[in-house]
C-alpha cells in the first residue's frame, strides 16, 4: 500500500512537471509583436540587459525580427555594435545604455534607465545581463560581489524602474496582454554546486522571483518566466578556467536559437511562469524529484576533493580574473 501510494505521488510529480513542458515544447512560436502591440501607434521596445552577446544578443535579434525596437543595456564595450548593426539591419529604432552594471551606484543606475526610457513605449523586459564565477568563498568577497551586482541586484533596480510602466500599458486593438518580462535562471538554482556557491544563489534568487510573480503579473496582464537553461554555447564561460566539468557539459550545449525558441513557444502559455531547458536541465530536475537533496550535499561532501577541476583550480589557487574586473582584483 504504502509502495503504491509512493509510486502514485512520484508520477503526479513527474506528470505536472512534464505535461506542461511538452505541452509548450510542441506549440507553435508566438508572434510576440501581435501580442504586446497590436493597436500601437508608436512601435513598442524591447529592452534587454545583456543584449550584446549570447542569449540577450539572441532575444533582441529575435525581439527586432518581431518588428519590436531595440534598447540595449550591456558592458561599455565593442560588442555592444554587433546589437546596434543587427538593429540597422533589422531597421529599427536602437538605444542603448553602456554600463557597467556591477559598478554603478544604484540610483545613478534607476537615474539612467528612467531617462533612456522615459519616451518610449517598453512593452518587453529580457534581463539577461550575468557572470559567472568559480571561486573559493574564503578567497573574499569582491568578485563575489561583483557577480551578485551584475545578475540580481543591477537587473533588479532595472526591474522595478521598467515593470511598473509595463503594466500601466493601455490594452489597445483588442488585445488581452500588456507586455511580457523574462528573466535567466539556471539549473545551479536548484542544483547547487560547490565553488559556483554565488552564482547558483543569484539564479535561485532569479528562479524564485520570476515563479511567484508570474501568478502575480497575470493578473495585471502581464507575461513573466524564467527560463533555467542547463549549459549553452555563448562566452559565459570564456573567462573561467578550462574546467574539464565544463567541456563535458559542453557536448551537451544547447544553441541561444534553442533557449530563444523556447521562450516563444512558453511566454505567457499554460501558466508555465519558470521553464527548464535542455537534457541537463531537465535529466536534474528528474533526478531531484528522486533523490533528495540531502543525498547530493552527501555526494559533493564524498565527491568534490577527488575532482579534477577542485584539485588543480582550488587547491592549486590558479589566479582568476572576473569577467570585466582589473586583474589581481
Ligand atoms: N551560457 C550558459 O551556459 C548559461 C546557462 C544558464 C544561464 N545562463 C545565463 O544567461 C545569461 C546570459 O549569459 P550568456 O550565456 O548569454 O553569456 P554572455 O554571452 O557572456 O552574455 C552576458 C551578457 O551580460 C553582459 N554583462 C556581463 N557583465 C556585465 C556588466 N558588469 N555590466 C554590463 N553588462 C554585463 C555582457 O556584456 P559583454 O558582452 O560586454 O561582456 C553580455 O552582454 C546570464 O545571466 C547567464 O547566467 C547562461
Redesign the pocket.
Known sequence: MLLECCGVLFLVSVLTYAIPHLLTFLGREQDLYKKYAAGCTDRPWAVV??????????FATKAASQGFNICA?????A??ETVKSMATTKKVHFRCLP?????VPQAELEDKVKKMTEDIDVALLF??????LFQDCAVGAENSL?LL???VL?NMHIFFVLYPRIVSRPLLGGRSRRGGVVM?????SFFPVPFTTM?GA??AFLTSFGSALGPEAALSGVDVMVI???????????NTYPLSSLRLSGHM?QT?VQITRLVWKTLGRACMYSRDAGMCSWGLRLLIKCVDPYALGLLWAYTTRFLGDYKNFILGKKPFVL??CAPGA
Request: glycine residues 12%; charged residues 15%; contains cysteine.
Open positions: 540587459t545583456g543584449a550584446s552577446s549570447g542569449i540577450g544578443l539572441e543595456i550591456a558592458y561599455p564595450d560588442h555592444m554600463i557597467d552594471l556591477a559598478g534581463m539577461c545581463a550575468g557572470i559567472t561583483r551586482y551584475t545578475n543591477a535567466i535562471g539556471s539549473m545551479s552564482y543569484s539564479k533555467n537553461p542547463g549549459p549553452v554555447k555563448t562566452r559565459l564561460f570564456s550545449a541561444t569577467r570585466h
